[in-house]
């Protein structure tokens, strides 16, 4: 990329008065969704260690216990998503 194309995606941001921050924190928002991916998974118990690495690497928005295994809405990074695919909870599934 050439350097107006780096400029045209800068945001400028004051250190002294904060202005262009809330701007920035959109930016940043905007490039993270594109590389993570919203998930509704149903863990078995004997997966729960991957909660470990949804809260390492991505983020929890709810979690729930339940008697037949742990349903949890996340946002994933991409790269790990594939593999947490198979637990996957149909849309509506409660």
């Known amino acids: 990329h050439s350097w107006r194309d780096r400029l045209d995606a ?3 941001v004051s250190a002294l008065t904060g202005q262009g921050i809330d701007d920035l924190l959109v930016d940043v928002d905007l490039a993270l969704a594109e590389t993570r991916e919203h998930l509704s998974l149903h863990l078995p ?3 729960s260690g991957m909660l470990d690495r949804i809260e390492r690497e991505g983020r929890i928005i709810a979690i729930e216990y339940k008697v037949d295994g742990i349903h949890v809405e996340a946002e994933v990074p991409r790269v790990l998503s594939g593999n947490m695919k198979k637990y996957a909870r149909a849309s ?3």
Request: charge should be negative; hydrophobic fraction near 45%.
């Open 45 to 47: 118990y004997a997966q």
């Open 92 to 94: 509506g599934h409660e």
């Open 10 to 12: 800068a945001v400028v």
